[in-house]
């Protein structure tokens, strides 16, 4: 059986403006001995481990689930299951294309054995779209979303509290493409959802309290934006504690509004605390470390510190080329950085080498969009960074 009502919070480590992505349990109790039991057990310790940012433990346990979970005679939706939550395991390490085959996995066999109606197909269908938007396929992502909503609507009624989790994501996505009203709307309506039906202080707010405060922030309206930042990072801290990767988010995106603010002072100590969280969380060559670290390259940028900068953001290309492979976007960010910064320390020919493989690497990503969105139309017919 599905159990819809637990709602899984992962934010992008490059991208820290986030949407939700949904986890969806097995449940039904049964005896110690039966496999599965060993699949629930497996499934909810690779969850917890995920949640705490303990990312190499979380998949072991998940491929364990995974492997229970295909024992011959069992409910292959528990398969649906285990590949959507290890789907959300990748996707949250920034690893979207080992994320989204299994969500499109997971899809396939609950639009078959539960129908295209069900919350979960609704579940799948959201994480496909946060796929979409952080590939920057912006028609394909809102259509998901409306597609998750409309079936959300229909079988949850309009003021439960995984509706508030699409609102949040096509909220999100509107911010992205400007669209600021819209956005605006949609982030309060799923933030009265969840306060109304879980309290003020719900873990769940917290993602939503972040990206509405990055909708202030983009609009200059900073005297809005901190105090939701600051309530984002006491929700954070007060459940999952002081030493988790979203606390590190949090703290990033905090500090980056100080830095627009020019409270230089604040926004260095901030990305300190940051850089210090997320190594303590995720170890050294996190993509999310890496992320902070061209942050700090940024503000010491700002401050005509070039040389300072540019160690910054070597470092941060390093990492993020070995997190996420050499024609991932955040390099392409970390290599923009790069060239800014020997520009102005008089390297005219290695800032030259560094933004034509930046513009290459986001030529590629283009092209890549574009072959995608011409391949899905074929098929339909036949069947902040902060």
């Given at each position: 059986?599905?159990?819809?009502?637990?709602?899984?919070?992962?934010?992008?480590?490059?991208?820290?403006?986030?949407?939700?992505?949904?986890?969806?349990?097995?449940?039904?109790?049964?005896?110690?001995?039966?496999?599965?039991?060993?699949?629930?057990?497996?499934?909810?310790?690779?969850?917890?481990?995920?949640?705490?940012?303990r990312?190499?433990?979380?998949?072991?346990?998940?491929?364990?689930?995974?492997?229970?979970?295909?024992t011959?005679?069992?409910?292959?939706?528990?398969?649906?299951?285990?590949?959507?939550?290890?789907?959300l395991?990748?996707?949250?390490?920034?690893?979207?294309?080992?994320?989204?085959?299994?969500?499109?996995?997971?899809?396939?066999?609950?639009?078959?054995?539960?129908?295209?109606?069900?919350?979960?197909?609704?579940?799948?269908?959201?994480?496909?779209?946060?796929?979409?938007?952080?590939?920057?396929?912006?028609?394909?992502?809102?259509?998901?979303?409306?597609?998750?909503?409309?079936?959300?609507?229909?079988?949850?009624?309009?003021?439960?509290?995984?509706?508030?989790?699409?609102?949040?994501?096509?909220?999100?996505?509107?911010?992205?493409?400007?669209?600021?009203?819209?956005?605006?709307?949609?982030?309060?309506?799923?933030?009265?959802?969840?306060?109304?039906?879980?309290?003020?202080?719900?873990?769940?707010?917290?993602?939503?309290?972040?990206?509405?405060?990055?909708?202030?922030?983009?609009?200059?309206?900073?005297?809005?934006?901190?105090?939701?930042?600051?309530?984002?990072?006491?929700?954070?801290?007060?459940?999952?504690?002081?030493?988790?990767?979203?606390?590190?988010?949090?703290?990033?995106?905090?500090?980056?509004?100080?830095?627009?603010?020019?409270?230089?002072?604040?926004?260095?100590?901030?990305?300190?605390?940051?850089?210090?969280?997320?190594?303590?969380?995720?170890?050294?060559?996190?993509?999310?470390?890496?992320?902070?670290?061209?942050?700090?390259?940024?503000?010491?940028?700002?401050?005509?510190?070039?040389?300072?900068?540019?160690?910054?953001?070597?470092?941060?290309?390093?990492?993020q080329?070995?997190?996420l492979?050499?024609?991932?976007?955040?390099?392409?960010?970390?290599?923009?950085?790069?060239?800014?910064?020997?520009?102005?320390?008089g390297?005219?020919?290695?800032?030259d080498?560094?933004?034509?493989?930046?513009?290459?690497?986001?030529?590629?990503?283009?092209?890549?969009?574009?072959?995608?969105?011409?391949?899905?139309?074929?098929?339909?017919?036949?069947?902040?960074?902060?």
């Amino acid at each position: 059986m599905i159990n819809c009502d637990r709602l899984c919070r992962a934010i992008g480590p490059a991208i820290l403006h986030g949407g939700l992505l949904w986890c969806l349990w097995g449940n039904g109790p049964v005896s110690a001995e039966e496999p599965s039991d060993r699949w629930e057990t497996y499934l909810e310790a690779g969850v917890q481990a995920r949640e705490k940012g303990r990312y190499a433990e979380a998949q072991r346990l998940l491929l364990e689930a995974l492997r229970e979970a295909r024992t011959p005679g069992e409910d292959d939706t528990r398969a649906a299951e285990s590949l959507n939550n290890l789907g959300l395991l990748y996707h949250v390490q920034g690893r979207h294309a080992q994320a989204k085959p299994l969500y499109e996995r997971a899809l396939a066999i609950w639009e078959r054995r539960l129908g295209p109606e069900h919350p979960a197909s609704a579940a799948a269908l959201n994480n496909l779209a946060e796929i979409a938007a952080e590939e920057n396929d912006m028609a394909e992502a809102e259509r998901l979303y409306l597609r998750s909503l409309a079936i959300e609507e229909r079988t949850l009624g309009q003021g439960h509290p995984q509706l508030a989790v699409g609102l949040n994501n096509l909220a999100e996505l509107y911010r992205r493409q400007r669209r600021d009203s819209g956005a605006e709307a949609l982030y309060l309506r799923a933030l009265a959802i969840v306060e109304a039906a879980e309290g003020a202080d719900h873990p769940d707010l917290a993602p939503m309290l972040n990206n509405l405060a990055g909708l202030y922030k983009q609009q200059g309206r900073y005297a809005l934006a901190e105090p939701l930042y600051q309530r984002t990072l006491a929700i954070r801290r007060g459940h999952d504690g002081p030493i988790h990767p979203l606390v590190a988010v949090g703290l990033n995106n905090l500090a980056s509004l100080y830095h627009l603010q020019g409270l230089t002072l604040s926004a260095e100590r901030t990305y300190v605390e940051a850089l210090h969280v997320a190594e303590q969380t995720l170890g050294r060559e996190a993509s999310l470390v890496g992320t902070i670290l061209g942050n700090v390259g940024w503000l010491a940028y700002d401050q005509g510190f070039f040389a300072q900068a540019k160690q910054s953001y070597q470092r941060a290309l390093v990492i993020q080329e070995r997190a996420l492979g050499p024609d991932d976007l955040r390099v392409a960010t970390a290599l923009d950085g790069l060239a800014r910064a020997s520009r102005r320390l008089g390297q005219v020919a290695e800032a030259d080498r560094f933004a034509a493989r930046a513009a290459s690497i986001r030529t590629r990503q283009t092209q890549g969009n574009a072959e995608g969105l011409s391949t899905q139309g074929r098929t339909a017919q036949g069947a902040q960074m902060e």
